[in-house]
Every structure is written in C-alpha cells, then in structure tokens.
C-alpha cells in the first residue's frame, strides 16, 4: 500500500523553528518529486515547496522563500521541510504530496492535481 505519513508538526512561538518530515512507502520514492502544501481554516490548500525526485530542484513559494528549507533522503524514503523565522501567519495543517513527475516543470507543482499520493496532514500553530 502506499503511503506518505506526515510528521513534526505542534506548537512553536514566533520566530521560532519546526522541521517537518514526510516518511514514504509503497512506490517508488526516488522517481517522484514531493511537495508541501498547507490549508489554514476557511482557506484554500496552497503550495509551500515542492522538491523533485533526485533532490537537485527546488521550488518554494513567495511566502516561505527565504525561511523555509527543503531536501530530501532518498535513502530514508523521507522528504523534510525545515521551517525557520516562523509567523502566525504559517499556521495551518500541512500536507505532503507525490508526484509521478519526477522533476516538476514551471509552476505546476503548486497544482493539488499534480500530486498521486497524499499524506494525512500536521498541524503548525504558530502563537505566542
């Protein structure tokens, strides 16, 4: 079965730090890039970063560039987001996603329909 189980998630002040991870199974993890989305209530998933299958292309959004990083060991199946300088405004349930495409072309990877395979979600309150 596959399977993208999303964790590192909780509670964190402003201008702090959280290193989420996305642990893969059940496909073949090096052929898919990955990507980071985030949903805060009321509000529409947006895409955060997105890295391709061999680790070398990055993308970010305009939001977290510059904060948030990205990579991923193929290895380990895991794809990781280190998220640093944290605002309230980051506070939202995260999701990990894969996709079939192995290096993602122009802005496509901020498309949920892009995405095969999606993890359960963790939540980041950003709150002092």
């Known amino acids: 079965d596959v399977q993208l189980q999303a964790s590192g998630g909780g509670l964190v002040q402003p201008g702090g730090s959280l290193r989420l991870s996305c642990a893969a199974s059940?496909?073949?993890?090096?052929?898919?890039?990955v990507g980071w989305f985030r949903q805060a209530p009321g509000k529409e998933r947006k895409g955060v970063s997105c890295?391709?299958?061999?680790?070398?292309?990055?993308y970010f959004a305009d939001s977290v560039k510059g904060r948030f990083t990205i990579s991923r060991d193929n290895a380990k199946n895991t794809v990781y987001l280190q998220m640093d300088s944290l605002k309230p405004e980051d506070t939202a349930i995260y999701y990990c996603?894969?996709?079939?495409?192995?290096?993602?072309?122009?802005?496509?990877?901020?498309?949920?329909?892009?995405?095969?395979?999606w993890g359960q979600g963790t939540q980041v309150t950003v709150s002092s």
């Open positions: 996603a894969a996709s079939g495409r192995q290096v993602p072309y122009g802005s496509s990877w901020l498309r949920p329909d892009e995405y095969d395979y």
């Open positions: 059940g496909f073949t993890f090096g052929d898919h890039s």
């Open positions: 890295i391709s299958g061999g680790g070398t292309v990055t």
